[in-house]
Structures are given as structure tokens and as C-alpha cells.
């Protein structure tokens, strides 16, 4: 048997979702492998902690839960920046909640596992932080504004070429953070971040930031197939092929760019899937959620909410989100000018005439 630390940080809202991953965690991992779950938390409900304990033991009898529980005095030492609140900085005490462990794998409480992970933790990252998938998107701008505010320029050659990471999959060589007194720069820069009131994804910007600050990449990548985000359709954990046909009516040409993106950054390696999606990320997709953007993933979740009791509400038409807006704007810009200069020209036009009549 082996046993693998996984980490998950949520409050009480999340403990339904949680317990819906935990599910699939278990029941789609190989015969042979153990999960030890580590749950970060501050004052999770004690209802809570006993629901996660009975249903993982119901799941695997040999699997340990652990709950770590964040003190006030660490507490203190994160600050709640913009409307991302504190719980997801809390991964950056594990060095310290888990002085036991020299790797841990930290996934987002609105990820989904398909497959066993065991294999990542073959992967030698002596000389890496850490492993995760590139974004989709680029947030070179955020660390511009960090290095700058933290008088650091090393890292110039690397911006806008490197990969942005996307934090929600991460496996952590924390026997690095210790040598390197990563935990301590994490906070710091975090608090950086919240003094000069920094436009930022807080925790995933500090971690990328962290790994070129010096101007050398130290980010070990995975595919995307460990982190979907948006890039992959699936249907169902055993319907979990990468697939892209250019001759589909209903080929995915975004997410098949995404994909040859996000993966130019890994380097070929055998313990590494890149023909299955091994874990799907929700993020604005969360399935619980009545806001979520669309259906998409709904059936893939739905087997592992059920047997948890967590309903899945009908999705409430949404208002276009604001990125959406802009890019609409941006693509129209000309005409809505030359409209408003018309229109300008008009009203000028008939409140002069109108005077002179006057």
C-alpha cells in the first residue's frame, strides 16, 4: 500500500462539495493506493469534521484524516485580500501544519478526481518547488506590480514567456519551502500585496512569483489533463479521453488551443497522463453553484453529489460577466465612437438652431 498526503483547505460552505470530491478521490483511485487527507481549516463546525471523517472511513478504513486547525496567531499573519478572504492562503502554512511531510499534493475543494494520482508522487522535484499546469490565461501584469512595489527586477527576461501556473492542482515539495524559507516570503509578499492594495489573485500570483523572482524557472509542469480548466469535455470518470477532431461539427477549437498551450511548457515524461483528464477543475463551473456559466459539467459531478446529499440546483440565467462586456466593447470600439461623436454632433446641431430660434 501506499499512502498519499493530499491537502484541501475549506469552511463550512464547502463541506458538502468536499465530500462529493472525496468520493470520486477514493473510488477511482488504484487498489493499492491509500489517500491520508489533511484538511486546513478555521473553526470548522466539529458536525462537519465528523460527516468528512465517517464518510472517508466508510471509503477506505486504512485512510487517515487529519484536521488542522489554523490558531489565531497564524490566523493573524494572512491577510484577507479583495473578496478572496483568507482561506485559500492558508496553503502557504503547510510547511509548518505538516513538519512530518517532504511533499504533499494541495488540490482546490472544487476539483474533481477521475483517475489515481499516485504517480505524481514518483516525479523528482528536488530542484522544484513545486508542480502545476499552466493557466489559461497570463497574469504577467499582476507580478509586474509585485516586483516592482518589492524593488526586484531579475525576473524581466521571464515575464510574458514563462508559464503562468494556475494554483487550484499543486504538488508541494515543502522540504524545499523549508530550505529555502519559502513560507515566510509567502506570507510577506502576501502582505505586500494587501498593503499597496495590489490588483491580484493573491496566493497563485505569490506563487508564481516566488519561482522566477530570481529570473529562473524553477515550476515543474504538469499537463493539462491534471487541471482542466475549460480546456477538456467530459462526460463521466470512465468517458475521460482527451479528444480533439477538427472534422466534428462540434470540435472545440478553444479549448483544443488551450490545450497545445498550456502543454508546451511540460517536459516529456512516462509517469506523466496526457491522453486522460485526470482531474477537472470547476472554478466558475461549480455544478452546486445556481450562478455557474453553464451545464457543461454538471453529469460528470452528479453521480458523486448524490451519494452525498448534495443537491444540484438549476442554473439561473446570468447577466454577461464584465470581462465578457469589455471584450464586446473593445471588439466594437469604432462604431460605438463614431455613434456617440454622431450623436454629440446632433444634439450640439439642434440646441444651437434651437437658441437661434430662441
Avoid at 154 to 165: D, P, T, V
Avoid at 206 to 215: E, P, T
Avoid at 289 to 317: C, M, Q, T, W
Wanted: charged share 20%.
Amino acid at each position: 500500500m501506499s499512502h498519499i498526503p493530499i491537502a484541501y483547505t475549506i469552511d463550512n460552505t464547502y463541506t458538502l462539495p468536499l465530500m462529493a470530491q472525496l468520493v470520486a478521490l477514493y473510488e477511482n483511485a488504484n487498489d493499492t493506493t491509500v489517500y491520508d487527507i489533511y484538511i486546513i481549516n478555521r473553526n470548522l463546525d466539529v458536525k462537519n469534521k465528523i460527516k468528512i471523517q465517517a464518510l472517508v472511513s466508510q471509503l477506505r478504513s486504512e485512510a487517515v484524516v487529519q484536521f488542522l486547525d489554523i490558531s489565531d496567531e497564524q490566523d493573524r499573519e494572512i491577510p484577507s485580500i479583495g473578496s478572496w478572504g483568507k482561506e485559500t492562503n492558508y496553503r502557504g502554512l503547510l510547511p509548518e501544519l505538516v513538519p512530518h511531510l517532504d511533499m504533499i499534493l494541495y488540490l482546490d475543494a472544487d476539483t474533481l478526481i477521475l483517475d489515481d494520482l499516485s504517480h505524481l508522487f514518483q516525479l523528482d522535484l528536488s530542484s522544484h518547488p513545486y508542480a502545476a499546469t499552466a493557466d489559461i490565461d497570463r497574469h504577467d501584469y499582476n507580478l509586474i506590480h509585485i516586483a516592482s512595489k518589492d524593488c526586484n527586477y531579475s525576473m524581466k527576461n521571464l515575464l510574458f514567456q514563462y508559464g503562468y501556473i494556475n494554483a487550484g492542482v499543486l504538488l508541494l515539495n515543502l522540504a524545499y519551502w523549508r530550505e529555502h524559507n519559502w513560507q515566510k516570503e509567502f506570507i510577506r509578499l502576501l502582505n505586500l500585496i494587501d498593503r499597496h492594495k495590489l490588483v491580484s489573485l493573491p496566493d497563485q500570483d505569490v506563487l508564481n512569483y516566488l519561482a522566477i523572482r530570481d529570473g529562473v524557472n524553477r515550476i515543474y509542469y504538469l499537463p493539462s489533463t491534471y487541471n482542466s480548466l475549460y480546456t477538456h469535455t467530459v462526460e463521466s470518470a470512465q468517458n475521460n479521453y482527451v479528444y480533439f477532431n477538427e472534422m466534428d461539427d462540434n470540435y472545440d477549437w478553444y479549448g483544443h488551443i488551450r490545450m497545445i498551450h498550456r502543454n508546451s511548457f511540460v517536459k516529456p515524461s512516462q509517469e506523466l497522463v496526457m491522453d486522460r483528464v485526470i482531474v477537472i477543475h470547476f472554478c466558475t463551473l461549480k455544478p452546486w453553484n445556481r450562478s455557474r456559466e453553464n451545464d457543461s459539467l454538471v453529469n460528470v459531478f452528479k453521480p458523486y453529489a448524490e451519494r452525498v446529499g448534495l443537491d444540484i440546483p438549476s442554473r439561473e440565467k446570468q447577466l454577461p460577466r464584465w470581462s465578457v462586456i469589455r471584450k464586446k466593447v473593445k471588439q466594437y470600439r469604432k462604431i460605438i465612437y463614431k455613434i456617440v461623436i454622431i450623436n454629440t454632433l446632433v444634439i450640439l446641431f439642434f440646441s444651437f438652431f434651437l437658441s437661434f430660434l430662441w
